[in-house]
T-cell receptor, first 115, second 111 residues
Framework: AQSVTQLGSHVSVSEGALVLLRCNYS??????LFWYVQYPNQGLQLLLK??????LVKGINGFEAEFKKSETSFHLTKPSAHMSDAAEYFC?????????????FGTGTRLTVIP | DAMVIQNPRYQVTQFGKPVTLSCSQT?????MYWYQQKSSQAPKLLFH???????NEADTPDNFQSRRPNTSFCFLDIRSPGLGDAAMYLC??????????FGPGTRLTVL
């Protein structure tokens, strides 16, 4: 079974500061890992994904995440926050054999960017 | 552009009055999903179609039904909406891998 824990339901950063959103997963099999972003009254948009290969994954809008198996983590970072990054961020995990119909989302982290 | 479209974006219904939400896709994906997302919560999978094969999540209420007349379209029917059904409803598609493409959602208000 898979599950995801996102530490911190709300994170506030100043514009230009480092963004760090934490995600820890639990999986009985090697996982696929995802970060999605949701802007107000919009659907979810894929930021990045890890399936195999390089553990540092680069996504859209300057975000990246590193898969650390020893820490069962997949934290999302961005070196310099922009006002447009204010949104809800969801980490998700699925088993490699089960596909998106067994995709488990975390409870989300709302990012606020302070001017 | 290939995309997932949901109509309407905002739907208001009365308690107990049936409502249908629509989703269409131009991605030609064989899998379509319906998620329910309540305020400040993660999306919750209601059901999905793999081609015409319908798969209901165990805890999806009987009040929720779905139809997929063809590859492009999928509908969510709520037979007797209650106040607890007010939420954002998200449609998503997949080509069979663990990658979802979401529509913009329909926000349902129940009066």
């Amino acid at each position: 079974a898979q599950s995801v824990t996102q530490l911190g339901s709300h994170v506030s950063v100043s514009e230009g500061a480092l963004v760090l959103l934490r995600c820890n997963y639990s999986s009985s099999v090697p996982p696929y890992l995802f970060w999605y972003v949701q802007y107000p009254n919009q659907g979810l948009q894929l930021l990045l994904k890890y399936t195999t290969g390089a553990t540092l994954v680069k996504g859209i809008n300057g975000f990246e995440a590193e898969f650390k198996k020893s820490e069962t983590s997949f934290h999302l970072t961005k070196p310099s926050a922009h006002m447009s990054d204010a949104a809800e961020y969801f980490c998700a995990v699925s088993g490699r054999q089960t596909g998106a119909n067994n995709l488990f989302f975390g409870t989300g982290t709302r990012l606020t960017v302070i001017p | 552009d290939a995309m997932v479209i949901q109509n309407p974006r905002y739907q208001v219904t009365q308690f107990g009055k049936p409502v249908t939400l629509s989703c269409s896709q131009t991605l030609n994906h064989n899998v379509m999903y319906w998620y329910q997302q309540k305020s400040s919560q993660a999306p919750k999978l209601l059901f999905h179609y793999y081609d015409k094969d319908f798969n209901n999540e165990a805890d999806t209420p009987d009040n929720f039904q779905s139809r997929r007349p063809n590859t492009s379209f999928c509908f969510l029917d709520i037979r007797s909406p209650g106040l607890g059904d007010a939420a954002m409803y998200l449609c998503a598609t997949s080509s069979g891998e663990s990658l979802l493409f979401f529509g913009p959602g329909t926000r349902l208000t129940v009066l």
